[in-house]
Each structure stands twice: as structure tokens, then as C-alpha cells.
């Protein structure tokens, strides 16, 4: 597969180039049935069927004078092709459909603020060496797998050499890897950025990942649901502030819980069993998008969704007994009809002639202005 670049898309790359502004939607073609299309926000939408283009070190996909900072690609895209995200230092995440199947060489390489990337059970593969696809990222960098393991089909000790340290000695080094791990328990910890001073971790958390909150020293306060099973090496290293955990089951409960290495500050924590969650939870501040029951059966009272986020799923906060307000500190674009199923009667707080405050009308819900 080979890069084709229409007439327009070069005009409107070179346009971009020449005034360094996103203030038009740029848009274009990468693969025979694919397209994709750029806000001036920086959110690259990608969309269609079938594998995207290849593309090389001298043409990659993303060029100079377009700031991409998150790529959506759409259901129905099978394959990222060779360089094609390649040196886009700006991008903060990518979201991958379940119909993804393969990753290309040096698709991610260079790309140093992604902080984490879910691979769904569909990839079946992943470029081996010397063209490793994350080659250049950040060390901190997180890889889910919706897998309990890497698929045979990766390349043979691939855990091993996902980021290039350029410190001149040529050295690979291992990126942070969570095996098992389902799309909301990604979006959740992809979206902390390591100063939050009280967190609410969702009950459809069920492992709390590697270097979860490494290094947090505003960290004072955490709730943990029951549903949490697993807390993964230095998931709390360095959290040297943490004073009291928050716990929603018994004693015996927390003492089945496995405990991975360089988690020494819950010793020293205060740890409250039977505990309720907090009356009001307030969504992680970079959560861009609200998967599909992503805070469903949750008891908080009050809901605050952050303005970054910009899209919320069917049923997302579904069955929230004690719901009695969802406020809105933006507008999100897209929100489905149904996130409140079965929440009882709820107030929708919102900005007046928003595109929430439309949504909340057509759902029939109480509107208070803010």
C-alpha cells in the first residue's frame, strides 16, 4: 500500500504549512476507503474500511504545520501503515477501533507525549525490529492489551524493546505493559495527569495498573471499589503524600487483594473499610471520551463531567441509584440518548444554547443553567 495525496489535500496541507493555523477542518484521503479529516482542535478523525496507506521517513502521514493532539479511527479500519504517525510529537492519544488488526513500522515513533495506547484483542500484529512501531516514545508510556497476554503472532520478546532511549548508546528500554485490561479501565488512567490530590476510581475497575499513580505526591485521598482485585507494581510509588484510602469492601476483602511490588505507601495509609463512594465524583480533568457504561452502578450523588470531554456513549452512567444532578463544565459534541438509563429523575446542570442543553431537552430531563 502506497501513499496517494490528492490535489486537495495538498493545498490544504500547504495552506496549513504556509499560515500555521487550524482554523479550517483539513481533510483528505489515506487508504483506498479511508479518510480522514482534522478540527481546529487538533482532533483527527479517521474513518471508512480497509487498511490506511504506508508511508516513509521522508513523507510521513502527519506533515509539518498540522498539530495533531488525538486521532479517532473509526470501526471498520483494519491497519495503521509503516511511519504513518511517525514524529508527531504533539499527540496525546489515539483511539483504536476493535476492528483493527495490524500496527506498520515506526507507525508511533517519535510520537514522545503519548502517554498510553489500548491495543483491542484484534491486533494480531505488530511491525518487529528494527522498524519497532513505538520506537522514540516517552519511557513513561503505558500499552494496554485487551489480551491476558501478547499474541504469539508479535514479534518474539517485543515487551522488550518498545522505546529508544536517545542517550547515544543505541539502548532500547521496555515501555510500562498491562495485560488484560478492558477499553474503560484504559480511558480512565489515560486520562489522570499525575496531580490529582483525591481520586475516585471507577467499580468497574478491576486491577489498578503499573505506575497507576507513580510519583504523585498530591495524591491525599483514593476510593477503591470492591471490584478492584489487583494493585500492579509501583501502581503507588512515591504517592508520599496518600493519608487515607477510602475502601468500599470489608477487611477480608482488601486482604485478598493482590498486592504488587513498590506499593509500601498503602502501609502507611489510613485504610477506612465499608466505605461509600464519595457523594460527588468529579471526572478525570483530560477525559476526552465516555465509553459505553464507562461509570454505570455508581452511588455519587453528584456527577462532574470536565469540559475536555468531547463524546459520551450509550448508557455511561446508567443505573446510578443515587444520581441527582450530571453537571456539565462544557459541551460535548455527541451524547447519546440513553447515558442516564434507569438513573431515576436527574437534573442536568448546563450552559444555556449548548449542544448539552439541547440534548438534555430532547431527553426530557430538568435543565438548571450555570
Not at 7 to 20: D, I, P, Q, Y
Not at 146 to 158: D, I, L, Q, V, Y
Not at 205 to 222: E, H, M, Q, W
Request: hydrophobic letters at 40%; a negative charge; proline letters at 4%.
Amino acid at each position: 500500500m502506497k501513499k496517494r495525496v490528492t490535489c486537495l489535500t495538498l493545498c490544504l496541507v500547504l495552506f496549513a504549512a504556509l499560515f500555521s493555523i487550524q482554523a479550517f477542518a483539513a481533510f483528505g484521503k489515506c487508504g483506498d476507503n479511508v479518510s480522514w479529516s482534522l478540527d481546529s482542535d487538533g482532533v483527527m478523525t479517521i474513518s471508512g474500511s480497509g487498511a490506511m496507506y504506508d508511508y516513509t521517513e521522508k513523507e510521513p502521514f502527519i506533515p509539518e504545520g498540522l498539530t495533531v493532539r488525538k486521532v479517532i479511527i473509526g470501526k471498520g479500519v483494519t491497519a495503521i501503515g509503516d511511519y504513518t504517525f511517525y514524529n508527531c510529537a504533539s499527540l496525546k492519544e489515539i483511539i483504536l477501533p476493535s476492528t483493527m488488526r495490524s500496527i506498520g513500522g515506526k507507525a508511533f515513533a517519535g510520537c514522545s507525549s503519548l502517554g498510553g495506547i489500548y491495543l483491542p484483542a484484534s491486533v494480531q500484529s505488530i511491525e518487529a525490529a528494527p522498524e519497532l512501531p513505538f520506537i522514540g516514545c516517552s519511557a513513561s508510556m503505558k500499552i494496554f492489551l485487551e489480551t491476558a497476554k501478547a499474541p504469539e503472532s508479535f514479534p518474539k520478546h517485543w515487551n522488550a524493546y518498545h522505546v529508544y532511549y536517545a542517550s547515544g548508546n543505541n539502548q532500547y528500554d521496555e515501555a510500562t505493559v498491562c495485560y488484560g485490561y478492558s477499553r474503560n479501565e484504559y480511558n480512565f488512567f489515560a486520562a489522570l495527569d499525575g496531580t490529582e490530590e483525591n481520586v475516585t476510581v471507577p467499580s468497574n475497575i478491576r486491577k489498578i495498573c503499573p505506575d497507576a499513580f507513580v510519583g504523585n505526591a498530591n495524591l491525599t485521598r483514593i476510593y477503591l471499589p470492591r471490584a478492584v482485585k489487583v494493585i500492579e507494581d509501583s501502581a503507588f510509588a512515591g504517592c508520599t503524600a496518600l493519608k487515607d484510602v477510602d475502601y468500599e469492601g470489608s477487611m477480608d476483602d482488601a486482604l485478598l487483594i493482590s498486592f504488587g511490588e513498590n506499593n509500601e505507601r498503602l502501609n502507611y495509609a489510613d485504610w477506612h473499610f465499608g466505605s461509600a463512594a464519595p457523594e460527588e465524583l468529579r471526572l478525570p480533568a483530560r477525559l476526552f471520551a465516555i465509553e459505553a457504561e464507562a461509570f454505570a452502578n455508581l452511588g455519587a450523588e453528584r456527577i462532574i463531567v470536565p469540559a475536555f470531554v468531547r463524546f459520551i456513549d450509550s448508557r455511561a452512567f446508567a443505573d446510578c441509584a443515587n444520581l441527582q444532578l450530571l453537571y456539565f463544565e462544557g459541551s460535548p459534541d455527541m451524547i447519546a440518548m440513553d447515558i442516564l438509563d434507569g438513573c431515576g429523575n436527574v437534573t442536568v446542570s448546563v450552559e444555556q444554547g449548548s449542544s448539552a442543553d439541547s440534548w438534555a431537552k430532547s431527553a426530557g430531563l430538568p435543565v438548571v443553567y450555570h
